[in-house]
């Protein structure tokens, strides 16, 4: 077990001297080197760095609200120390001359790095079964997958491995991750969050958020990688809230949402539907009133995002060629185009081929209308529904999943695999904010040798809620204890 638990936990420790940051970042660093074999969370890390890190933070040459905590970094996000893989072999030698925003943020906050987390192959999938350089594992239970594709970053923290880490989330890889580790994930308002040297999939869906024990945890990573960036056009130029300031707050007149699109959705496992139940009695009886709510286009959710964020992703992608960026092949070739064909095919693994050919299709002369521009306007129809769900209601309240942790190969049908988003997308379609909390486990068949593993609930709230939807999320754990349970690494 880590020492003090919790990223605040750990903060306030070596603020008081109760530990050094040197100690604490042993401990991680030790773990990592016991542990990590089995979990595959990291890709690379950086040990003398960070103590070095960790004993100017002791000497107190470096301060700030995150001072001396080790967390983890998911690894499409840009720094002048490692290489940037996306977990692929593309980008595998590829060494950022810059570091992203929020990297800067971290630092300027004082938290140490230990390492870059594993992921699906440029974020592109939901279990990292699709990473070119390994499958992560879930701490619950090592013979399942951690969820995509910030799984590194979950199961970083979740086999604490990390205080915390920061993910990326496309259409719910980092919420659906953190439902599949028993952690909290917050998907950030599109613009919350500075995009600047995150290696793009999907550039008006992808955000970075942080994946961590509790709602304290996220609030206060929230309060450091906020805020605006002129670097980043989509950027929001508002004032970063104190997410910390009301989450322990009560509140009066709680609305939360229940959408009849989502009650009955096709394969939902039952304990997933019954800790959902249970959930939604605990808001009851902490006074909340619970709204009937219609998100009537949430059924074209999964069509859309798998059209809109493919196109996004070839455009994105193009870039990678052989000779601009990324790997090149060193077999004969007779001329320009073999040079980019050998090189894209050599480079890039099944899946991000799959959504690269999708997207390319799709917006392609003929067919852009028909795919492209038809899915945009799903999108606006989606967005819609959100803003008079929100006329009615705070937050709405769903499953992160229909399933817990499933083992790799289950889901090897690229339909099936999508569908794990099925609660997801539709956030990230319509740039809101989004949070998973722990609110179950599954119950193993007497004599098997099944392990519990987590499920999560989903909270969705309007633009630049995060800190009411923290605060929300917080009830539920005030009363519940699955956000203190651990892995048992």
């Given at each position: 077990m880590l020492p003090f638990e919790t990223l605040l936990g750990a903060r306030d420790a070596i603020a008081s001297k109760k530990a050094s940051s040197?100690?604490?970042t042993k401990i991680v660093l030790d773990r990592i080197a016991k542990l990590d074999p089995a979990y595959r969370a990291y890709v690379s890390t950086f040990p003398d760095r960070a103590l070095g890190v960790a004993g100017e933070v002791d000497a107190g040459k470096r301060v700030g609200p995150l001072a001396g905590v080790p967390i983890a970094i998911k690894d499409n996000l840009c720094t002048t120390f490692g290489a940037t893989t996306c977990s692929s072999k593309m980008l595998q030698n590829f060494?950022?001359?810059?570091?992203?925003?929020?990297?800067?943020?971290?630092?300027?906050a004082g938290a140490v790095i230990v390492g870059k987390t594993n992921l699906d192959e440029f974020a592109?999938?939901?279990s990292t079964e699709n990473s070119a350089l390994m499958v992560s594992r879930n701490p619950w239970d090592t013979r399942t997958i951690p969820g995509g594709s910030s799984g590194g970053s979950a199961s970083a923290v979740a086999g604490m491995l990390a205080y915390a880490s920061l993910g990326s989330d496309t259409g719910g890889s980092i919420r659906q991750p953190a439902s599949l580790c028993g952690l909290v994930g917050l998907k950030p308002t599109y613009g919350r969050v500075s995009r600047y040297g995150l290696v793009a999939f999907a550039s008006s869906l992808d955000q970075i958020g942080p994946i961590t024990f509790d709602c304290a945890d996220a609030a206060l990573?929230?309060?450091?990688?906020?805020?605006?960036?002129?670097?980043?056009?989509?950027s929001a130029a508002m004032d970063v809230p104190d997410h910390l300031a009301d989450l322990e707050k009560p509140m009066k007149g709680l609305r939360i949402g229940i959408a009849r699109e989502f009650d009955l959705d096709e394969g939902m496992d039952a304990e997933v539907k019954a800790s959902i139940d249970r959930a939604i009695e605990v808001y009851k009886s902490a006074g909340a009133t619970i709204v009937d709510v219609s998100l009537p286009h949430t059924k074209y959710g999964i069509a859309a995002y798998y059209v809109i964020a493919p196109c996004e992703a070839s455009s994105n992608l193009a870039r990678y060629d052989g000779v601009h960026y990324g790997h090149r092949t060193a077999e004969p070739v007779r001329d320009i185009i073999e040079l980019f064909s050998k090189s894209r095919y050599e480079g890039f693994g099944d899946e991000v081929k799959r959504r690269i050919m999708i997207g390319t299709y799709a917006l392609s002369s003929g067919y852009y209308d028909a795919y492209y521009n038809r899915a945009l306007k799903v999108r606006t129809l989606i967005s819609r529904d959100f803003e008079q769900a929100f006329e009615k209601?705070?937050?709405?309240?769903?499953?992160?999943?229909?399933?817990a942790a499933f083992r790799p190969g289950d889901k090897a049908d690229p339909l099936a695999m999508y569908l794990c988003d099925v609660f997801t997308v539709t956030c990230n379609?319509?740039?809101?904010?989004?949070?998973s909390i722990p609110c179950g486990f599954t119950t193993p068949e007497p004599g098997s040798d099944e392990k519990p593993l987590p499920i999560g609930l989903q909270l969705l709230g309007p633009n630049f809620s995060e800190p009411k939807l923290l605060q929300i999320a917080r009830i539920h754990e005030r009363v519940t204890d699955y956000h203190t349970r651990r892995s048992g690494a």
């Open positions: 040197v100690e604490l060494y950022a001359p810059y570091n992203a925003t929020v990297v800067e943020k971290l630092e300027a592109m999938g939901s990573l929230m309060n450091v990688i906020s805020g605006h960036d002129a670097r980043d056009s989509t209601c705070d937050a709405v309240l769903s499953p992160t999943s229909p399933t379609i319509a740039g809101i904010a989004g949070v």
